[in-house]
């Protein structure tokens, strides 16, 4: 079975985004929704976001000037991130506002696969990549 890389979705009334079945046992641990590097959202299994970014956030020493790019980093994807479960069969995780509105996202999603986790973005967005 193919492995899927890539889907578009549109948000319910509820700003929640319905993950593909075969994607939902990835986001078992549950999902971390972050800014993304630019006007996109990031989407990581739970435990990815543990095991990869938390030790990444931990080796920011506060006396080490040479520090600060790691900080304002770590600093970007914390500001408005939250952690959420998939709800029941649905497979549904909502989106927040403020997210969406940093993300250009009204209503339709574009999500594709970045290694272990998922960049969401609006259409228009990624017809320019």
């Known amino acids: 079975m193919a492995k899927t890389d890539y889907f578009e979705r549109k948000l319910d009334d509820k700003r929640r985004l ?7 046992q990835e986001f078992a641990s549950g999902i971390v929704i972050t800014r993304g590097f630019g006007k996109y959202l990031h989407l990581y299994p739970k435990d990815m976001w543990d095991r990869d970014f938390e030790k990444f956030a931990s080796a920011v020493n506060p ?9 304002d980093q770590i600093a970007k994807f ?11 069969k ?12 940093y993300a250009g996202i009204s ?3 574009v999500a594709v696969r970045i290694g272990e986790y998922w960049r969401i973005m609006n259409p228009e967005a990624a017809r320019a990549l």
Do not use: M, N, Y
Not at 63 to 71: L, P, V, W
Not at 80 to 87: F, M, N, P, S, V
Not at 91 to 100: D, N, T, W, Y
């Open 107 to 109: 209503h339709d999603i």
């Open 18 to 24: 319905t993950v593909p079945a075969d994607l939902r």
């Open 63 to 71: 006396f080490d000037f040479g520090s600060a790019e790691r900080a």
């Open 78 to 88: 914390r500001f408005g991130k939250t952690e959420a479960q998939l709800d029941g």
């Open 90 to 101: 649905q497979g549904r995780v909502a989106l927040e506002k403020q997210q969406l509105d």
